[in-house]
């Protein structure tokens, strides 16, 4: 990896990896109906993520795990992060759904289904985001009769170089992170800078309070 996109993956990781903040993130974030099912006071981080020592230095991805409300399953949020348009991040998607199915059977050797997964994809980069959304868009020519022997799937695309101040959710520290992501290909690095200060100060104001 170069040495301009490792701080990239470096400061997603260790701003998701905080419990707070991804479970912040994905209460403003996930569908409606996604959220009456699940209960992110169960939110934990995944000690057995399925991406290999070799691999991890390369793909950023964070593995959580969340309780349904009524069920024994538990489901599976996948983040991964983007700092430029990536043509293949199904195909890259996909070894992980596969790999996380392989880790599952070897846990939970009596099982007969697998968990669901969610995949939110985190994008900050410079360029619009014009990739394939759904793997059968990779795959042509694809023609119908064979399209149920393909795999079918999407992610969740949460771009954020794209929003406004006012379109940035969550508490002061996810808004922070994400304002920090956006910002780091800004041409204004002092506004941008000035913005960051302020929602630290904020946070520095709240905590002095309690």
């Not at 903040?21 to 109906?33: G, M, S, T």
């Not at 042509?140 to 794209?162: K, M, T």
Request: proline letters at 8%; charged letters at 25%; hydrophobic letters at 40%.
């Amino acid at each position: 990896m170069d040495d301009i996109t490792a701080p990239h993956d470096a400061f997603f990781r260790e701003s998701f990896g905080r419990r707070e903040i991804a479970q912040d993130f994905l209460r403003h974030h996930l569908p409606r109906e996604l959220l009456a099912e699940i209960d992110l006071d169960t939110l934990e981080f995944s000690k057995d993520t399925y991406v290999s020592k070799e691999l991890r230095s390369t793909y950023s991805d964070l593995v959580y795990r969340v309780g349904p409300h009524d069920a024994e399953l538990v489901i599976y949020l996948l983040f991964e992060h983007k700092s430029s348009p990536e043509h293949w991040t199904l195909l890259q998607l996909l070894r992980y759904i596969t790999a996380e199915g392989d880790q599952f059977r070897k846990q939970h050797p009596e099982a007969r289904h697998l968990p669901p997964i969610y995949p939110p994809v985190i994008y900050h980069g410079e360029r619009r985001w014009r990739v394939p959304a759904d793997f059968h868009a990779l795959v042509r020519p694809l023609p119908p009769a064979l399209a149920p022997f393909v795999p079918q799937f999407c992610y969740a695309l949460h771009d954020i170089s794209a929003r406004t101040n006012a379109e940035i959710k969550g508490d002061v520290m996810t808004r922070l992170v994400q304002l920090a992501m956006r910002g780091i290909f800004s041409d204004e690095p002092i506004e941008r800078l000035s913005e960051l200060l302020a929602l630290i100060e904020h946070v520095s104001d709240k905590a002095s309070a309690l």
